[in-house]
């Protein structure tokens, strides 16, 4: 063995020595091997990550929506996994994205929905990990938000973003990863794809033009995007007032959405390739919880911050499958997704990471424990806590009932709800004694938020960005 050799394998030894000694001798050679060493590189899991813009898990048919909505998402856990309750970790895009690529929650990553904010180059990112690791990296965005100012673009040999800060639409970002994946068949690939479908102003292509019914209660139109009662400024379409119509139009997004994921699936499916895929969202949106419609970014609730989670393994196309599909009801969180990965490419966590791979049935993934896990999600004022099987929500302090500004969830009362069945979410109501320990993992994890640095942030930001991201209603 070669002095380098000698030190590569001294190295990963050493890195591996803070986990189990068993964990170690399993992940060293993973480690050595492609580092030319004279050990053959194990062959490499291709993978493909799809996150969808603003997808409520409960519209989806597998999770209790209308029957055959989003079908082809769904489809992907007929030889894999669906995990029942799956988190972000904020109710919006960017701070959840962060935590999606570092494994890291909002508080420890910094990133706000703020369009000055941007992610730090001292986090470590899932890219960064897989294209040290050998693999062709890639990421196919249609959200303006994520644009490469916000410094997503770490790990990525290709950031294939919306052009000119506006949205893309299904259609075109499944065009844009095929276009990539067909010129990247021979390596180990790591490709990303955002859809923002079915993000508001809901206005699928194609489609019939929404109409209120008869008889369903009328909403007014607001003169703002961030206050409740009525329809965001940004999302009225003319001649629209009612929640069915509204409601409506955003499951034909989903429908339009859907079309594209088949597309995409099938596209990469035909060439031969079948890489282990994982699908989730970034956020939810809500219907008239809390007196909201057709908006997200104010709150923790359920609606805003429980995702889809689906997975389907990687396997030789050749090969009928004899899976059968599977339900997770742990809760889970979308900082598991990046430890996922980077376990199925044969690549040791950073310590920085905070999550855990996912329970896929692969060897290699760690199991996650049923008890004694607890997952935090932020947004502003408002945290959430989820473990034993309920989520328990509040203010950061028990003084926050008269901001510095107003602010309508300052004055919402601690509540809690408890996560029965797959489908539709559980009615909020007051802490009981049984939610203690979730006040107790609270008030701990909000300990450790104390003095952390904030995200580095732009001195300027253009006024282009500025006004299609107002358009999107992300401009306060």
């Given amino acids: 063995m070669t002095f380098r050799c000698a030190r590569a394998v001294a190295a990963a030894a050493s890195w591996a020595v803070r986990w189990t000694v068993l964990w170690a001798m399993s992940w060293t050679v993973l480690w050595v091997g492609p580092m030319g060493c004279g050990v053959d590189a194990p062959t490499r899991t291709d993978l493909l990550l799809i996150t969808v813009d603003t997808l409520r898990a409960d519209r989806l048919t597998c999770y209790g929506g209308p029957p055959d909505l989003g079908r082809a998402m769904c489809d992907l856990a007929e030889e894999g996994t669906r995990f029942a309750w799956a988190f972000s970790t904020a109710p919006s895009t960017t701070p959840s994205v962060a935590s999606l690529l570092t494994s890291l929650y909002p508080a420890f990553h910094g990133v706000s929905q703020g369009v000055h904010v941007y992610l730090s180059d001292r986090a470590i990112t899932v890219a960064e990990l897989l294209r040290d690791a050998g693999y062709a990296t890639a990421a196919v965005v249609s959200n303006p938000i994520l644009e490469s100012g916000r410094n997503f673009t770490q790990g990525f040999d290709v950031y294939d973003e919306a052009p000119q800060w506006r949205d893309r639409d299904a259609v075109a970002t499944t065009d844009a990863a095929l276009a990539w994946i067909r010129q990247n068949t021979a390596t180990p690939f790591f490709l990303w794809v955002h859809y923002q479908d079915p993000h508001g102003p809901y206005s699928p292509p194609g489609g019939e033009p929404g109409r209120d019914f008869p008889g369903e209660s009328r909403l007014r139109v607001l003169d703002g995007d961030y206050t409740p009662g009525g329809i965001p400024s940004y999302q009225a379409l003319p001649g629209l007032f009612t929640l069915g119509a509204y409601q409506r139009l955003y ?90 990965l980077l376990s199925l490419a044969g690549v040791v966590q950073p310590e920085s990471f905070q999550g855990r791979p996912l329970p896929i049935g692969d060897e290699r993934a760690e199991p996650l424990p049923t008890s004694k896990r607890h997952l935090f999600v932020e947004h502003k004022r408002r945290v959430s806590v989820v473990g034993a099987n309920a989520i328990y929500e509040r203010n950061r302090r028990p003084d926050e009932g008269a901001p510095e500004r107003p602010y309508p969830f300052a004055m919402v009362p601690e509540r809690a709800a408890n996560l029965r069945g797959t489908g539709r979410l559980p009615r909020y109501g007051p802490p009981r004694p049984r939610h203690h320990e979730l006040l107790l993992a609270l008030d701990s994890y909000l300990a450790t938020t104390k003095g952390l640095p904030e995200a580095p942030r732009h001195d300027v930001v253009s006024e282009e960005l500025k006004d299609r991201l107002e358009e999107l209603g992300y401009v306060e």
């Fill in 251 to 340: 499951d034909a997004e989903i429908r339009h959405l859907d079309s594209q994921v088949a597309r995409l699936l099938e596209g990469i499916d035909s060439l031969g390739l079948h890489p282990a895929t994982l699908l989730s969202a970034d956020h939810g949106e809500a219907f008239g919880e809390d007196g909201y419609y057709f908006a997200h970014g104010h709150s923790t609730r359920l609606d805003q911050v429980r995702v889809p989670m689906l997975w389907r393994p990687p396997r030789d196309p050749s090969v009928i499958s004899t899976a059968s599909p599977r339900v997770v009801k742990t809760p889970v969180s979308v900082i598991d997704i990046a430890p996922t």
